[in-house]
Protein backbone atom coordinates (compact mmCIF):
# COMPACT_ATOMS: atom_id res chain seq x y z
CA UNK A 1 0.00 0.00 0.00
CA UNK A 2 1.37 3.58 -0.66
CA UNK A 3 1.83 6.74 1.25
CA UNK A 4 -1.40 8.12 -0.41
CA UNK A 5 -3.48 4.69 -0.18
CA UNK A 6 -2.52 4.34 3.45
CA UNK A 7 -3.59 8.12 3.93
CA UNK A 8 -7.04 7.25 2.04
CA UNK A 9 -6.93 4.04 4.39
CA UNK A 10 -6.94 5.98 7.40
CA UNK A 11 -9.39 8.60 6.88
CA UNK A 12 -11.84 5.89 5.71
CA UNK A 13 -11.20 3.86 9.04
CA UNK A 14 -11.65 6.90 11.01
CA UNK A 15 -15.16 8.21 9.32
CA UNK A 16 -16.25 4.79 9.56
CA UNK A 17 -19.77 5.09 12.14
CA UNK A 18 -22.97 3.92 10.82
CA UNK A 19 -24.76 1.07 11.72
CA UNK A 20 -27.86 -0.22 12.41
CA UNK A 21 -26.58 -2.80 14.74
CA UNK A 22 -26.72 -2.00 18.42
CA UNK A 23 -23.53 -0.63 19.98
CA UNK A 24 -23.27 0.31 23.95
CA UNK A 25 -22.09 4.08 24.16
CA UNK A 26 -18.14 3.59 24.82
CA UNK A 27 -18.05 0.21 23.09
CA UNK A 28 -14.47 -0.45 21.15
CA UNK A 29 -16.41 -2.54 19.19
CA UNK A 30 -18.23 -0.66 16.81
CA UNK A 31 -18.23 -0.39 12.76
CA UNK A 32 -14.77 0.96 12.90
CA UNK A 33 -13.29 -2.40 14.36
CA UNK A 34 -15.07 -5.19 13.36
CA UNK A 35 -12.56 -7.60 14.36
CA UNK A 36 -12.99 -11.68 13.01
CA UNK A 37 -12.88 -14.59 15.06
CA UNK A 38 -14.30 -18.26 15.22
CA UNK A 39 -17.02 -19.20 17.13
CA UNK A 40 -19.86 -22.26 17.59
CA UNK A 41 -23.15 -20.60 17.09
CA UNK A 42 -26.03 -21.78 19.25
CA UNK A 43 -27.07 -23.97 16.31
CA UNK A 44 -24.17 -25.76 16.24
CA UNK A 45 -22.40 -24.27 13.19
CA UNK A 46 -18.85 -23.16 13.35
CA UNK A 47 -17.44 -20.51 11.35
CA UNK A 48 -15.71 -17.11 10.94
CA UNK A 49 -17.96 -14.08 12.51
CA UNK A 50 -17.59 -10.39 13.21
CA UNK A 51 -18.00 -8.81 15.96
CA UNK A 52 -20.14 -5.57 16.20
CA UNK A 53 -20.98 -4.30 19.74
CA UNK A 54 -21.83 -7.23 22.31
CA UNK A 55 -23.08 -9.12 19.05
CA UNK A 56 -21.30 -11.34 16.19
CA UNK A 57 -22.21 -11.40 12.39
CA UNK A 58 -21.57 -14.97 10.74
CA UNK A 59 -19.55 -13.21 7.74
CA UNK A 60 -20.92 -15.34 5.26
CA UNK A 61 -23.87 -13.62 6.27
CA UNK A 62 -22.53 -10.33 3.72
CA UNK A 63 -20.98 -12.24 1.47
CA UNK A 64 -22.40 -13.19 -1.98
CA UNK A 65 -22.53 -17.12 -2.39
CA UNK A 66 -19.10 -17.60 -4.23
CA UNK A 67 -17.22 -15.97 -1.71
CA UNK A 68 -18.56 -17.79 1.76
CA UNK A 69 -16.77 -20.87 1.17
CA UNK A 70 -13.62 -18.55 2.55
CA UNK A 71 -15.57 -18.12 5.64
CA UNK A 72 -17.38 -20.81 6.32
CA UNK A 73 -14.75 -22.58 8.01
CA UNK A 74 -13.34 -23.40 11.73
CA UNK A 75 -10.53 -21.47 11.02
CA UNK A 76 -9.92 -18.30 9.20
CA UNK A 77 -6.93 -20.20 7.75
CA UNK A 78 -8.85 -20.31 4.21
CA UNK A 79 -9.34 -16.33 4.34
CA UNK A 80 -6.05 -15.49 5.45
CA UNK A 81 -4.78 -17.02 2.26
CA UNK A 82 -6.84 -15.18 -0.10
CA UNK A 83 -4.88 -11.94 0.78
CA UNK A 84 -5.43 -8.22 0.90
CA UNK A 85 -7.98 -7.52 -1.66
CA UNK A 86 -9.72 -10.11 -0.83
CA UNK A 87 -9.71 -9.00 3.45
CA UNK A 88 -10.15 -4.97 2.18
CA UNK A 89 -13.52 -5.71 -0.17
CA UNK A 90 -14.76 -8.50 2.85
CA UNK A 91 -14.61 -5.18 5.08
CA UNK A 92 -15.90 -3.19 2.80
CA UNK A 93 -18.77 -5.67 2.50
CA UNK A 94 -19.72 -5.97 6.30
CA UNK A 95 -19.96 -2.66 6.91
CA UNK A 96 -22.33 -2.44 3.83
CA UNK A 97 -24.23 -5.11 5.43
CA UNK A 98 -24.28 -3.05 9.09
CA UNK A 99 -25.43 0.08 7.47
CA UNK A 100 -28.25 -1.01 5.49
CA UNK A 101 -31.07 -1.23 7.22
CA UNK A 102 -33.02 -2.75 4.47
CA UNK A 103 -30.98 -6.06 5.50
CA UNK A 104 -31.15 -5.95 8.72
CA UNK A 105 -30.30 -9.47 10.05
CA UNK A 106 -30.24 -10.83 13.71
CA UNK A 107 -27.13 -10.77 15.29
CA UNK A 108 -26.13 -13.37 17.88
CA UNK A 109 -25.51 -12.46 21.35
CA UNK A 110 -21.82 -12.86 21.77
CA UNK A 111 -22.52 -14.42 25.86
CA UNK A 112 -24.20 -17.12 23.68
CA UNK A 113 -21.57 -18.21 21.64
CA UNK A 114 -18.34 -20.20 22.12
CA UNK A 115 -14.99 -18.54 21.22
CA UNK A 116 -12.54 -20.99 19.42
CA UNK A 117 -9.08 -20.29 18.13
CA UNK A 118 -9.12 -17.92 15.26
CA UNK A 119 -6.52 -19.51 13.32
CA UNK A 120 -4.71 -22.34 12.84
CA UNK A 121 -1.00 -21.88 13.57
CA UNK A 122 1.44 -23.56 11.96
CA UNK A 123 4.43 -21.19 13.01
CA UNK A 124 4.81 -19.06 16.15
CA UNK A 125 7.95 -17.10 16.68
CA UNK A 126 8.09 -14.82 19.70
CA UNK A 127 10.34 -11.73 19.83
CA UNK A 128 12.13 -9.73 22.80
CA UNK A 129 11.61 -6.08 20.88
CA UNK A 130 10.80 -3.61 23.87
CA UNK A 131 14.12 -2.19 24.93
CA UNK A 132 12.40 -1.24 28.46
CA UNK A 133 11.93 -4.88 29.01
CA UNK A 134 15.08 -6.47 27.53
CA UNK A 135 17.32 -3.09 29.63
CA UNK A 136 15.27 -4.11 32.96
CA UNK A 137 16.10 -7.78 32.25
CA UNK A 138 19.87 -6.77 31.70
CA UNK A 139 20.03 -4.88 34.93
CA UNK A 140 18.57 -7.72 36.75
CA UNK A 141 20.68 -10.50 35.34
CA UNK A 142 23.94 -8.20 34.80
CA UNK A 143 23.85 -5.80 37.06
CA UNK A 144 27.49 -4.89 36.57
CA UNK A 145 27.68 -5.68 33.00
CA UNK A 146 25.99 -3.81 29.64
CA UNK A 147 21.89 -4.14 30.03
CA UNK A 148 21.69 -4.50 26.37
CA UNK A 149 24.10 -7.23 24.77
CA UNK A 150 25.74 -6.22 21.40
CA UNK A 151 23.50 -7.70 18.73
CA UNK A 152 20.69 -6.13 20.66
CA UNK A 153 20.15 -3.05 18.55
CA UNK A 154 21.05 -4.63 15.72
CA UNK A 155 18.33 -7.19 15.01
CA UNK A 156 15.29 -8.05 16.62
CA UNK A 157 16.35 -10.90 18.93
CA UNK A 158 13.29 -13.20 18.54
CA UNK A 159 12.99 -17.77 18.90
CA UNK A 160 10.69 -20.25 17.95
CA UNK A 161 7.89 -21.29 19.77
CA UNK A 162 5.77 -24.61 20.06
CA UNK A 163 2.62 -24.19 18.28
CA UNK A 164 0.59 -26.79 19.16
CA UNK A 165 0.63 -25.12 22.64
CA UNK A 166 -1.44 -21.71 21.90
CA UNK A 167 -4.60 -21.38 23.23
CA UNK A 168 -7.76 -18.90 23.21
CA UNK A 169 -8.60 -16.61 26.04
CA UNK A 170 -10.00 -18.35 29.14
CA UNK A 171 -8.64 -21.78 28.70
CA UNK A 172 -6.76 -23.06 31.96
CA UNK A 173 -3.35 -23.00 32.13
CA UNK A 174 -1.94 -26.07 34.30
CA UNK A 175 1.62 -25.53 36.25
CA UNK A 176 4.25 -26.80 34.24
CA UNK A 177 6.90 -29.14 35.99
CA UNK A 178 10.50 -29.24 34.62
CA UNK A 179 14.19 -29.38 36.30
CA UNK A 180 15.62 -26.93 38.29
CA UNK A 181 19.23 -26.23 39.84
CA UNK A 182 19.18 -26.28 43.38
CA UNK A 183 22.78 -25.55 44.05
CA UNK A 184 24.63 -22.59 44.57
CA UNK A 185 24.03 -20.19 42.44
CA UNK A 186 22.13 -22.03 39.91
CA UNK A 187 25.21 -23.81 39.16
CA UNK A 188 23.54 -27.83 38.62
CA UNK A 189 25.39 -28.77 41.43
CA UNK A 190 22.09 -30.63 42.46
CA UNK A 191 19.00 -30.80 40.20
CA UNK A 192 15.20 -32.01 40.95
CA UNK A 193 11.94 -32.15 39.17
CA UNK A 194 9.35 -29.99 40.78
CA UNK A 195 6.54 -27.41 39.45
CA UNK A 196 7.30 -23.74 38.66
CA UNK A 197 8.02 -21.84 41.69
CA UNK A 198 8.82 -19.13 39.10
CA UNK A 199 5.21 -19.06 36.92
CA UNK A 200 5.25 -15.32 35.24
CA UNK A 201 3.27 -13.61 32.83
CA UNK A 202 4.37 -11.60 29.72
CA UNK A 203 2.33 -9.10 28.57
CA UNK A 204 2.53 -9.10 24.55
CA UNK A 205 0.79 -8.22 21.18
CA UNK A 206 0.87 -11.42 18.49
CA UNK A 207 0.65 -10.31 14.56
CA UNK A 208 -1.37 -13.14 12.76
CA UNK A 209 0.53 -13.70 8.72
CA UNK A 210 -1.44 -14.01 5.41
CA UNK A 211 -0.14 -14.84 2.17
CA UNK A 212 3.41 -16.02 2.97
CA UNK A 213 6.47 -15.87 0.83
CA UNK A 214 8.18 -17.60 -1.55
CA UNK A 215 10.93 -19.07 -0.30
CA UNK A 216 14.78 -17.22 -0.52
CA UNK A 217 12.89 -13.97 -0.99
CA UNK A 218 12.56 -11.77 2.15
CA UNK A 219 9.66 -9.73 2.75
CA UNK A 220 10.69 -6.08 3.08
CA UNK A 221 9.49 -4.22 5.98
CA UNK A 222 7.33 -1.35 4.00
CA UNK A 223 5.42 -4.67 2.26
CA UNK A 224 4.06 -5.48 5.90
CA UNK A 225 0.68 -4.81 4.75
CA UNK A 226 0.07 -7.03 2.49
CA UNK A 227 1.31 -10.45 4.27
CA UNK A 228 0.22 -9.51 8.16
CA UNK A 229 -3.73 -9.23 8.41
CA UNK A 230 -3.93 -8.48 11.75
CA UNK A 231 -3.42 -8.38 15.86
CA UNK A 232 -4.03 -10.32 18.66
CA UNK A 233 -3.27 -9.93 22.07
CA UNK A 234 -0.87 -12.69 23.37
CA UNK A 235 0.34 -14.05 27.05
CA UNK A 236 3.50 -16.28 26.54
CA UNK A 237 3.60 -17.44 30.28
CA UNK A 238 7.02 -18.03 31.20
CA UNK A 239 8.41 -20.52 33.64
CA UNK A 240 10.92 -18.29 35.04
CA UNK A 241 13.22 -21.19 37.00
CA UNK A 242 12.89 -23.71 34.58
CA UNK A 243 14.21 -21.01 31.51
CA UNK A 244 17.00 -20.26 33.84
CA UNK A 245 17.99 -23.95 34.04
CA UNK A 246 17.98 -24.82 30.61
CA UNK A 247 18.13 -21.77 28.08
CA UNK A 248 22.25 -21.90 28.41
CA UNK A 249 23.53 -22.22 25.50
CA UNK A 250 20.56 -22.89 23.05
CA UNK A 251 17.64 -20.19 25.02
CA UNK A 252 13.90 -20.96 26.08
CA UNK A 253 12.26 -24.46 25.66
CA UNK A 254 10.62 -25.41 27.94
CA UNK A 255 10.02 -23.07 29.95
CA UNK A 256 7.53 -21.11 27.69
CA UNK A 257 6.26 -23.86 25.27
CA UNK A 258 3.74 -25.02 27.71
CA UNK A 259 1.18 -22.46 26.78
CA UNK A 260 0.71 -19.61 24.89
CA UNK A 261 -2.79 -17.17 25.62
CA UNK A 262 -4.46 -15.63 22.63
CA UNK A 263 -7.36 -13.40 22.60
CA UNK A 264 -10.24 -14.59 20.54
CA UNK A 265 -10.31 -11.66 18.56
CA UNK A 266 -7.98 -10.51 15.28
CA UNK A 267 -7.99 -7.01 14.84
CA UNK A 268 -7.54 -6.11 10.86
CA UNK A 269 -4.66 -4.18 10.35
CA UNK A 270 -6.73 -1.87 8.28
CA UNK A 271 -9.04 -1.02 11.27
CA UNK A 272 -5.52 -0.19 12.61
CA UNK A 273 -4.30 2.66 10.08
CA UNK A 274 -5.39 5.24 12.04
CA UNK A 275 -3.06 3.91 14.77
CA UNK A 276 -0.14 3.63 13.10
CA UNK A 277 2.68 6.26 14.33
CA UNK A 278 6.41 6.38 14.27
CA UNK A 279 8.50 3.98 16.35
CA UNK A 280 10.92 5.43 18.51
CA UNK A 281 14.82 6.34 16.79
CA UNK A 282 16.81 3.49 16.18
CA UNK A 283 21.16 3.80 16.76
CA UNK A 284 22.43 2.67 14.80
CA UNK A 285 20.52 2.87 11.56
CA UNK A 286 19.25 -0.88 10.80
CA UNK A 287 20.60 -3.21 8.20
CA UNK A 288 18.89 -2.40 4.73
CA UNK A 289 16.69 -5.28 4.69
CA UNK A 290 15.11 -4.03 7.94
CA UNK A 291 14.92 -0.14 7.06
CA UNK A 292 11.13 0.95 6.55
CA UNK A 293 10.16 4.24 5.08
CA UNK A 294 6.63 4.00 6.43
CA UNK A 295 5.86 4.63 10.30
CA UNK A 296 4.90 1.20 11.62
CA UNK A 297 4.92 1.73 15.30
CA UNK A 298 1.27 1.01 16.51
CA UNK A 299 -0.49 3.30 19.51
CA UNK A 300 -2.53 0.93 21.66
CA UNK A 301 -2.89 1.07 25.06
CA UNK A 302 -2.46 -2.34 27.01
CA UNK A 303 -3.18 -3.49 30.94
CA UNK A 304 -2.74 -6.46 33.05
CA UNK A 305 -4.78 -7.53 35.69
CA UNK A 306 -3.96 -9.94 38.23
CA UNK A 307 -7.02 -10.89 39.82
CA UNK A 308 -8.78 -7.81 39.47
CA UNK A 309 -6.12 -5.81 40.20
CA UNK A 310 -4.27 -3.75 37.39
CA UNK A 311 -0.79 -4.03 37.88
CA UNK A 312 0.61 -3.03 34.49
CA UNK A 313 -0.43 -0.54 31.75
CA UNK A 314 1.89 0.83 29.35
CA UNK A 315 1.57 1.36 25.42
CA UNK A 316 3.07 -0.55 22.49
CA UNK A 317 4.32 2.45 20.93
CA UNK A 318 7.49 2.37 22.84
CA UNK A 319 8.19 -0.99 20.93
CA UNK A 320 11.76 -0.62 19.41
CA UNK A 321 11.71 -3.00 16.75
CA UNK A 322 8.29 -2.78 15.03
CA UNK A 323 5.99 -5.90 13.88
CA UNK A 324 7.09 -5.05 10.29
CA UNK A 325 10.54 -5.18 11.06
CA UNK A 326 10.25 -8.35 13.24
CA UNK A 327 8.56 -10.33 9.90
CA UNK A 328 11.32 -8.97 7.64
CA UNK A 329 13.99 -10.16 9.91
CA UNK A 330 12.24 -13.22 10.19
CA UNK A 331 12.05 -14.15 6.28
CA UNK A 332 15.46 -12.03 5.71
CA UNK A 333 17.06 -15.77 5.92
CA UNK A 334 15.30 -17.04 3.21
CA UNK A 335 12.61 -18.15 5.45
CA UNK A 336 9.24 -18.95 4.33
CA UNK A 337 5.81 -17.87 5.93
CA UNK A 338 2.13 -19.52 5.88
CA UNK A 339 -1.62 -18.09 6.12
CA UNK A 340 -1.99 -18.64 10.08
CA UNK A 341 1.80 -18.31 11.18
CA UNK A 342 1.84 -16.26 14.51
CA UNK A 343 4.33 -13.92 15.52
CA UNK A 344 4.81 -11.97 18.68
CA UNK A 345 5.95 -8.71 20.01
CA UNK A 346 7.83 -10.13 23.03
CA UNK A 347 7.27 -8.81 26.63
CA UNK A 348 5.84 -4.94 26.13
CA UNK A 349 7.52 -2.75 28.98
CA UNK A 350 7.52 0.79 29.58
CA UNK A 351 10.08 3.08 31.14
CA UNK A 352 8.01 3.34 34.39
CA UNK A 353 7.90 0.79 37.31
CA UNK A 354 4.04 0.60 36.87
CA UNK A 355 4.52 -0.07 33.01
CA UNK A 356 5.97 -3.21 33.24
CA UNK A 357 5.13 -6.22 31.19
CA UNK A 358 5.93 -9.20 33.31
CA UNK A 359 6.35 -10.22 36.78
CA UNK A 360 10.07 -10.63 36.65
CA UNK A 361 10.05 -7.03 36.03
CA UNK A 362 7.44 -5.77 38.31
CA UNK A 363 8.82 -7.33 41.43
CA UNK A 364 12.82 -7.12 40.36
CA UNK A 365 13.18 -10.61 40.26
CA UNK A 366 10.55 -11.18 43.83
CA UNK A 367 12.56 -8.74 45.74
CA UNK A 368 9.47 -5.78 45.67
CA UNK A 369 6.39 -7.58 46.13
CA UNK A 370 3.13 -6.31 44.23
CA UNK A 371 0.09 -5.54 46.56
CA UNK A 372 -3.07 -6.55 45.13
CA UNK A 373 -6.73 -4.95 46.32
CA UNK A 374 -7.67 -7.92 48.34
CA UNK A 375 -4.26 -7.14 50.55
CA UNK A 376 -3.02 -10.33 49.15
CA UNK A 377 0.86 -9.73 47.94
CA UNK A 378 2.83 -11.50 44.48
CA UNK A 379 6.27 -12.60 43.36
CA UNK A 380 4.96 -14.82 41.20
CA UNK A 381 2.13 -16.60 39.84
CA UNK A 382 0.07 -18.93 42.68
CA UNK A 383 -2.74 -21.74 41.84
CA UNK A 384 -6.06 -20.03 41.39
CA UNK A 385 -4.64 -17.00 40.29
CA UNK A 386 -6.40 -15.57 36.85
CA UNK A 387 -4.66 -13.16 34.45
CA UNK A 388 -6.42 -10.89 32.09
CA UNK A 389 -4.69 -8.71 29.23
CA UNK A 390 -6.22 -6.40 27.61
CA UNK A 391 -5.94 -3.58 25.03
CA UNK A 392 -7.49 -0.63 23.16
CA UNK A 393 -6.63 2.26 21.23
CA UNK A 394 -8.11 5.44 19.74
CA UNK A 395 -10.31 7.40 21.35
CA UNK A 396 -8.91 10.34 21.21
CA UNK A 397 -7.52 13.53 18.52
CA UNK A 398 -10.56 11.79 16.98
CA UNK A 399 -9.68 8.67 16.40
CA UNK A 400 -12.24 6.14 16.96
CA UNK A 401 -12.23 3.71 19.70
CA UNK A 402 -10.78 0.31 19.14
CA UNK A 403 -11.02 -3.00 21.80
CA UNK A 404 -8.58 -5.59 21.24
CA UNK A 405 -10.36 -7.58 23.71
CA UNK A 406 -8.96 -9.74 26.28
CA UNK A 407 -6.58 -12.88 26.47
CA UNK A 408 -7.00 -14.28 30.02
CA UNK A 409 -6.05 -17.36 31.82
CA UNK A 410 -6.27 -18.71 35.11
CA UNK A 411 -3.59 -21.02 36.95
CA UNK A 412 -4.02 -24.40 38.09
CA UNK A 413 -1.80 -27.23 39.90
CA UNK A 414 0.32 -29.26 38.32
CA UNK A 415 -0.25 -32.85 37.32
CA UNK A 416 1.15 -35.15 39.57
CA UNK A 417 1.59 -37.10 36.07
CA UNK A 418 4.30 -34.71 35.20
CA UNK A 419 5.95 -35.04 38.31
CA UNK A 420 6.69 -38.98 38.56
CA UNK A 421 6.12 -40.92 41.79
CA UNK A 422 9.29 -40.15 43.04
CA UNK A 423 9.02 -36.43 43.18
CA UNK A 424 5.34 -36.00 44.08
CA UNK A 425 5.26 -35.81 47.63
CA UNK A 426 8.24 -32.97 47.73
CA UNK A 427 6.37 -31.00 45.37
CA UNK A 428 3.02 -30.19 47.16
CA UNK A 429 5.72 -29.16 49.75
CA UNK A 430 7.27 -26.83 47.51
CA UNK A 431 3.72 -25.98 45.89
CA UNK A 432 2.32 -25.24 50.01
CA UNK A 433 5.33 -23.37 50.49
CA UNK A 434 5.63 -21.21 47.39
CA UNK A 435 2.11 -20.12 48.94
Not at 176 to 189: E, K, N, S
Not at 394 to 402: A, E, Q, S, V
Amino acid sequence: MTDAAQADATQAETAATDTWAPVPAGSGFGPANLPYGVATLPTGRTTVVARIGDAVLPVADALPEPQRHLVEAPTLNPFLAAGPAVWRDTRARLRDHLADRAVERPLVPVADVELLLPMAVGDYVDFYSSIHHATNLGRIFRPNGDALLPNWRHLPVGYHGRSATICVSGTPITRPTGLVATGAAGTGDGVRRQPSAALDLELEVGFVVGPGNEPGRPIAPDDAAEHVFGVVLVNDWSARDLQAFEYQPLGPFLGKSFATTVSPWVVPLDALAPHLVPPPAQDPVPDPLLRAERPWGLDLDLEVALNGTTITHTNLADLYWTFAQQLAHLTSNGATTRPGDLFASGTVSGPEPGSRGSLIEATWRGRDPLRLDDGGERTWLLDGDTVTISGRGGGRDGTPLLDLGDATGTILPARAEALGPATATAAAATAGAAR
